[in-house]
Structures are given as structure tokens and as C-alpha cells.
């Protein structure tokens, strides 16, 4: 019988209340912890509770136009909230914009847009992590089919907004199309790779992709770790990846338009003596049903796996939040779905305590309850 966080979490703060002292004296018995998911359709960050699925507009300043990777970012004594601004169909490059972590404020563009090619900032921007000594690594698609515009991992600091360079890929056979990114439990760092736009890649670049890795400490680049090619699975455009609770690293993985029995899914990948293998899946949709996709996914409360989701304007499924328990990856179940008034088209998303680089969940003592 699967026993839902949301449960545990009622008992354990009944439990807190019938024991407590006064509530004069009483220290606080929970906490509270929100989702932040940001909206492809209407630019704007909502932020959602997790237990009701109640939302509201977190970030809705007009700046934000098309927000791709988010985090919280604690620095000493100052906390912020950094979004990537893809600035999608706009004729300046993407950017990394701070807001206040408590508001949602806007604070200032700690990577500012230009015009594409006057400086580093990155074209198409998409996943973003945090590393160590400050190295905020930002993903650039580029613009699939323009050499001029490659893709590429560049790196800023965190407190400044300088430039830092970019990581190298000298022994990378395919392009360079990276669009996740995710700091390993070996420090490493992780990138999702897409054939986009690769006319040499299998189905002109409509399917296949990889997964590469890197050494966090110096930047070499240490090899490919899946590829749609060799590893016996539909992988197809990855972008979001995350490792789980368990150890597990999970995919999104999109549809091949060329093939009919090709699904949009989660898939899951185990590390064997050095080999990564596909041990597991979550289909998104199944024929008949509409085509729905996720672009982003994490983990949060109870170790169950959060899934924004998108689909055709018409779906009644795009802008829910599919909610997984995956303790048993030959069986996946789903547990909840929150559906926020507010969100349209769900893609990247972040809890306040999701760690901004490996983007574990922190999970609390215990989980308030409304």
C-alpha cells in the first residue's frame, strides 16, 4: 500500500499537537515549503502548494518573458531567486534574472540580454545549476542549424554576473545542442544533449540525444554516458534530468514524430560498474489519449517525483502538475495532480528547499499541513 507524504506528514503534526507544550512556548511544530513552476504561456512563475494545489502568481513583473531554469540561491546573509529568461521569438539574447525570494520582487538582470553575438550571454538559454566556488552554470541551447550560434555550458559568477568561460567538449563526435543540467551524487556534472536541428542525427534531428558528462572541479569533459544510439531505449530530445532518492538518474524524453508507437516519457537510468542502462519508464500518454509532454522534472516531499505538464492549448491536462510515487520503478504510481488555476504550460520548476545545484530535496523534519 503506498502511503502518501501528504499522510505521514497529518499524523506526524497530530502527533506534535497533542504532546506540545503551551502555545505561548511552543516552537513552530512544521514547515511550509512551496513549488515554483514557470509558465511557457504567459511568462510569469506561480507558485504552488503542494498539498492543496492552491496557487498564486509568484513572479509577474513583465520582465520575465519565456523562464526556462530556476533556483533560490543563498549567499551569506542575502537569499534570492534566479530564473533563466530564454526571451524566446525576441531579437536579443536570453538572460538570468534575480528576484526577491520572499516577494518576488524583481531585483536586477544578473546576466543581462543583448544582441545576439555583442557578449557571452547565453542565445537560448535553458537548465541552470549551482556549483561550487560560485560557478553558476548556464545552459545554452545556441540556434540549432547556425554554426555562427553553437550550444554550450557557459559559466558566471554567481555573485557578480562575469562571464567565466565555457566548458570544452573536444571529443564529442555529435553537436553540441545541451539543453538540462544537474550536478551528480559523484559532483559531476551531468548535461542532456539534443540532435535538434542535426541533420545527420537520426530522424533529421527530430530523435535521439545523450547524456555527457563532466568533471565539476576542472571542466574536462569525461565522455558520454547515454546515448540514444547504443542504450536500447526511446530517447529522444532530452532536456530535464535529475537523480532520485534513489540513486537513479530520470529523463524526459520526447516523442519521435517518425515513429508511431514512439511515446513522450520519464525515462529511468541505472550505473552498473560504469555503464548506464535504461531500467525503466513512465509514459506520459498512451493511444488514444491527447499528446501531452514534460519538459522539466524533480523530486520534492517524500521523495515522489513532481512532473509539469504541457500539451496542445486545448488539452485539460497542460498546466497540471503530475505528482509520482517511483519507490517501485517497475511500477510507477501516480499519486496526485495538481491542477493550479494559474498555469497554462508548466516547464521548469524548483521547491525553496530543492538544492540549487544537485537539485536533491532538503526534506524537512516535517511537512506543514494547511
Known amino acids: 500500500m503506498v502511503v502518501s507524504w501528504k499522510i505521514a506528514a497529518g499524523l506526524a503534526c497530530l502527533a506534535a499537537w497533542i504532546v506540545a507544550p503551551s502555545p505561548v512556548h511552543a516552537a513552530p511544530m512544521c514547515e511550509q515549503d512551496f513549488l515554483y513552476v514557470g509558465d511557457n504561456a504567459d511568462g510569469q ?34 537569499e534570492y531567486f534566479l530564473v533563466v529568461d530564454q526571451n524566446a521569438g525576441q531579437p536579443v539574447t536570453g538572460e538570468v534574472l534575480r528576484y526577491d525570494a520572499v516577494t518576488g520582487e524583481f531585483i536586477d538582470a544578473l546576466v543581462p540580454a543583448t544582441a545576439p553575438g555583442a557578449s557571452p550571454a547565453p542565445f537560448l538559454p535553458r537548465g541552470m545549476v549551482l556549483g561550487k566556488h560560485h560557478i553558476l552554470y548556464v545552459v545554452d541551447l545556441g540556434q540549432p542549424g547556425v554554426d555562427a550560434l553553437p550550444g554550450r555550458v557557459a559559466m558566471f559568477d554567481v555573485r557578480t554576473g562575469e562571464y567565466l568561460g565555457d566548458l570544452e567538449t573536444p ?84 516523442q519521435d514524430a517518425t515513429d508511431p508507437t514512439s511515446v513522450d516519457q520519464i525515462l529511468i537510468f541505472e550505473e552498473t560498474d560504469g555503464q548506464w542502462e535504461a531500467v525503466g519508464a513512465i509514459p506520459l500518454w498512451t493511444a488514444p489519449e491527447p499528446r501531452v509532454f514534460a519538459q522539466a522534472l524533480l523530486f520534492g516531499p517524500g521523495g515522489e517525483l513532481y512532473v509539469p505538464i504541457s500539451g496542445p492549448a486545448d488539452s485539460p ?49 516535517n511537512i506543514c499541513l494547511p
Request: with cysteine.
Open 317 to 365: 491536462e497542460s498546466g497540471t502538475v503530475r505528482v509520482y510515487d517511483v519507490s517501485d520503478i517497475d511500477d510507477p504510481v501516480l499519486v496526485d495532480t495538481l491542477s493550479p488555476e494559474s498555469l497554462d504550460q508548466g516547464w521548469y520548476l524548483t521547491f525553496e528547499r530543492t538544492d540549487p545545484g544537485t537539485l536533491e530535496y532538503d526534506e524537512p523534519n
Open 171 to 254: 571529443d564529442f563526435d555529435g553537436v553540441f545542442r545541451p539543453r538540462g543540467i544537474v550536478i551528480g551524487p559523484d559532483k559531476d556534472l551531468y548535461v542532456s544533449v539534443t540532435n535538434l536541428g542535426d541533420p545527420t542525427a537520426p530522424a533529421g534531428g527530430s530523435g535521439g540525444g545523450y547524456v555527457l558528462r563532466f568533471e565539476q572541479k576542472t571542466g574536462e569533459f569525461l565522455g558520454v554516458v547515454i546515448d540514444s544510439e547504443t542504450c536500447g531505449c526511446d530517447l529522444n530530445r532530452p532536456e530535464g534530468l535529475v537523480f532520485g532518492p534513489d540513486g537513479r538518474l530520470y529523463v524526459t524524453s520526447f
Open 45 to 78: 512563475v506561480v507558485r504552488i502548494d503542494p498539498v492543496t494545489g492552491e496557487s498564486s502568481l509568484f513572479v509577474d513583473d513583465g520582465e520575465l518573458d519565456t523562464p526556462r531554469g530556476m533556483i533560490f540561491v543563498r549567499e551569506g546573509a542575502d
